[in-house]
């Protein structure tokens, strides 16, 4: 930088911009990279057989979330079960 | 058996081939049996950097086919005698080397070598796959450049997923950090990718920092690795690389900005 330069109007440093674009790309490319694992269909349908056996769910009541960031995997299951008092009244009636 | 170290960076033009020969040199003058291999079959470059191309007569893919035998083949350098280069084919097109090929001519160099040096071309085709496939290590060389560190986070993608190592489900390829063409003062004020930013991105093993220096130029001109200048700050850079490669603990240097007061305040050119 010369003498010149401490009297021009500060910008924003090219390499912030640089560093900012680069890690929103990256990010996107490893994302692509690491799909979700192929197991995750067979592991949703084996989970809904286990979970029918003690209680009566929808086909869509599971679902299945697989996360990925810098350095952990997150697996997340979600189970939607049944109004009990509305299972009651089924099994009463 | 020999460690296979290979050099990549998928971008063109970041130094390579500069620090394949610099690297290999490096190694070979500490007393280990060193090849350095030329995989850019078609453009071959390895052999200029090393100052050996008057001395080409078979090369890579003559090995392969059976042409020749892989000691008439390598070429001993002039400056060490432990240090052996295997050029690669200049006639050729990149479909002549073939994994297996590559696979036997590294299997037979192990038993003779204790680390065999891969120059990989750019790009993620076929060379650059054969470059790496064999590899323990990887040294990936990265420009402080937006285009240069998209490229290698590719190429680590590559390494975890398309290697020997990845498909044998065996310890993963060891990677490494070269940042190289650094400019402190460029960085300092801003206008280049500093080391930080560039492992906040990345997040390797730094083996070095290669400062932009003059006398790379200058070392292929006259063909002899960079590291033989003891002087430039270039040849320090890479033999501090080769120290801690071979587990030297050594603090990091040409990070910071030196640059006199004089040439500070006339925006003198490093």
Not at chain 1, 34 to 62: C, F, G, M, T, W
Not at chain 2, 64 to 77: F, K, M, P, T, Y
Not at chain 2, 109 to 132: M, R, T, W
Not at chain 2, 218 to 244: C, F, H, W
Request: one cysteine or more.
């Amino acid at each position: 930088m010369s003498l010149l330069d401490y009297f021009r109007i500060s910008k924003p440093k090219s390499a912030d911009i640089a560093k900012e674009r680069l890690q929103i790309l990256v990010a996107h490319e490893r994302a692509a990279r690491n799909p979700r694992p192929s197991y995750l269909p067979q592991l949703q349908k084996e989970l809904l057989e286990v979970i029918r056996k003690y209680v009566n769910v929808d086909q869509d009541a599971i679902s299945v979330n697989f996360e990925q960031d810098d350095n952990q995997e997150t697996l997340e299951l979600n189970i939607v079960l049944p109004d009990y008092q509305q299972e009651n009244k089924t099994i009463n009636s | 058996m020999a460690r296979i170290i290979v050099v990549t960076s998928g971008k063109g033009g970041v130094g390579k081939t500069t620090t394949s020969a610099a690297i290999a040199m490096g190694l070979a003058k500490r007393g280990h049996k060193t090849a350095v291999i030329d995989f850019d079959v078609g453009l071959r470059n390895l052999d200029l950097i090393m100052g050996c191309e008057r001395r080409v007569v078979y090369d890579f893919i003559n090995v392969i086919n059976g042409e020749a035998s892989l000691n008439q083949a390598l070429i001993r350098d002039k400056n060490c005698n432990l240090l052996y280069i295997l050029p690669a084919s200049q006639t050729r097109d990149k479909d002549a080397l073939t994994l297996e090929g590559v696979g036997k001519v590294l299997d037979e160099l192990s038993g003779d070598f204790q680390y065999i040096v891969c120059d990989s071309p750019a790009g993620i085709e076929k060379g650059a796959y054969l470059a790496l496939y064999y590899a323990d290590d990887a040294f990936v060389v990265t420009n402080p450049e937006i285009s240069s560190v998209r490229d290698s986070d590719r190429m680590l993608g590559i390494l975890a997923s398309k290697s020997r190592r990845a498909e044998n489900n065996e310890e993963p390829v060891k990677e490494f950090l070269l940042l190289t063409r650094y400019d402190p003062s460029r960085v300092k004020s801003g206008e280049m990718l500093g080391l930080d930013d560039v492992q906040d991105i990345l997040s390797l093993h730094l083996l070095g920092i290669i400062p932009e220096s003059k006398s790379v130029l200058t070392a292929s001109n006259a063909g002899m690795p960079v590291i033989l200048d003891e002087k430039s700050e270039a040849g320090q850079a890479y033999e501090d690389v080769v120290a801690r490669y071979l587990g030297e603990d050594r603090p990091h240097r040409f990070i910071e900005d030196k640059k006199g007061f004089f040439r500070k305040l006339f925006g003198g050119k490093s």
